[in-house]
Nanobody, 117 residues
Framework: QVQLVESGGGLVQAGGSLRLSCAASGSTFPLYIIAWYRQAPGKQRELVASISTGSSTNYADSVKGRFTISRDNAEKTVYLQMNSLKPEDTAVYYC???????????WGQGTQVTVSS
């Protein structure tokens, strides 16, 4: 089992940057695929970016070239660097950890990101 705590959200103007962190507990953190999801009011939760156990990355088309996901296994932390933020990036951002062999994952509590125009 792993517990996740997100941080780094806040209010930023369009064009600005934020860096989200997802800190995990547990000694098996390197075995987890970590993903960032977001959910805007009235919308479904959507995948933003993911990073595999081998640090391969995947991004939603809407954030490619603006967001960068990375992981530090020694610190048990995954980061989401968000640049050139747009008002449509406003959402609660959630961290998810999932082992490749399992059908379920673990969620953090979320962190609010608000981008003003």
């Amino acid at each position: 089992q792993v517990q996740l705590v997100e941080s780094g959200g806040g209010l930023v103007q369009a064009g600005g940057s934020l860096r989200l962190s997802c800190a995990a507990s547990g000694s098996t953190f390197p075995l987890y695929i970590i993903a960032w999801y977001r959910q805007a009011p009235g919308k479904q939760r959507e995948l933003v970016a993911s990073i595999s156990t081998g640090s391969s990355t995947n991004y939603a088309d809407s954030v490619k070239g603006r967001f960068t996901i990375s992981r530090d296994n020694a610190e048990k932390t995954v980061y989401l660097q968000m640049n050139s933020l747009k008002p449509e990036d406003t959402a609660v951002y959630y961290c998810n950890a999932k082992k490749p062999s399992l059908s379920f994952g673990y969620w953090g509590q979320g962190t609010q990101v608000t981008v003003s125009s």
